[in-house]
């Protein structure tokens, strides 16, 4: 049985210490997701694009079965504001998602993200100059059919909702991720919750269903590995539930949804 954590960041110095413990817990697929928190111009975006595509294939090596996401992480705005002027702000980002699509499009890597927008407050220009990327990202990416991770403030219902009216009104009606969601299983208005994999979410997800994603976000960081969540956490909620009775076929049917939402 496939078990995927669908949002892993790694670090080349933490690659054997994820593997160590996601593998023997029983874990065999993972959603790999650029750091890209430190980039403040299109060549470090570019670069750090290349350095996970590079990882993926490390892992790959190792036996896991990877899924790539790379693009602009939405936070850089405020740093990158402070440095020269929104306008200019937002041509690097548009340039960033242009170049991450492009090696979509080359099959070297399957979705963008994590993108959006920051998940605190902010001003007034900083959450239009947001609003004018997210806007970007779903009308670049809807024709070519290419998957979104969002990184957002959280969301409830209403919230997930107002995501694909936007997302629709640039074209955009499917492929679209919550990363870090809350369990909004339904009335999400065809948002993909991707859920921390805690024992209470593990146990309120409609397992035998597709349309969700269970995640760790662990953030590649060997020193503190607790941050988020811990690498073995999907497989351990997967190896508690079976030991409580659920029926592996559900789980599976349920795992497997993210070979056909990212094309693997």
């Not at 403040?40 to 090596?61: A, G, P, Q, V």
């Not at 790379?70 to 170049?99: F, H, L, Q, S, W």
């Not at 351990?236 to 409580?244: P, T």
Request: proline share 5%; glycine share 6%; net charge negative.
């Amino acid at each position: 049985m496939r078990i995927f954590d669908n949002h892993v960041h790694l670090r080349s110095s933490s690659i054997d210490f994820f593997l160590n413990a996601f593998k023997k817990a029983g874990g065999t697929s993972i959603n790999l997701v650029n750091l890209t928190e430190d980039c403040f111009s299109l060549e470090e975006f570019k670069r750090r694009y290349e350095e996970t595509i590079n990882i993926s294939r490390i892992l790959r090596e190792k036996g896991l079965e990877v899924v790539v996401t790379i693009g602009p992480y939405p936070v850089n705005i405020i740093t990158m504001k402070e440095r020269m002027e929104i306008g200019e702000t937002v041509e690097i980002y548009r340039n960033a998602v242009d170049a991450a699509i492009r090696l979509i499009e080359e099959q070297r890597a399957n979705a963008i993200g994590e993108v959006g927008r920051p998940h605190f407050d902010t001003s007034d220009e900083i959450k239009e100059g947001s609003k004018v990327i997210m806007e970007y990202i779903f009308q670049s990416t809807a024709e070519r059919d290419i998957p979104v991770i969002l990184h957002t403030e959280s969301l409830d219902a209403r919230g997930m909702c107002d995501i694909m009216e936007m997302a629709k009104k640039n074209g955009k009606r499917s492929l679209i991720v919550k990363h870090f969601s809350q369990p909004i299983f339904s009335n999400n208005c065809g948002i993909v919750p991707s859920v921390p994999s805690g024992r209470k979410n593990a146990r309120a997800a409609p397992w035998g269903e597709k349309g969700f994603f269970l995640e760790t976000d662990f953030a590649g960081d060997e020193s503190n590995p607790n941050f988020v969540l811990p690498p073995d956490s999907v497989p351990k909620r997967v190896a508690m539930l079976i030991q409580e009775g659920m029926e592996e076929e559900k789980i599976s049917k349920s795992m497997d949804y993210f070979l056909d939402f990212y094309k693997m």
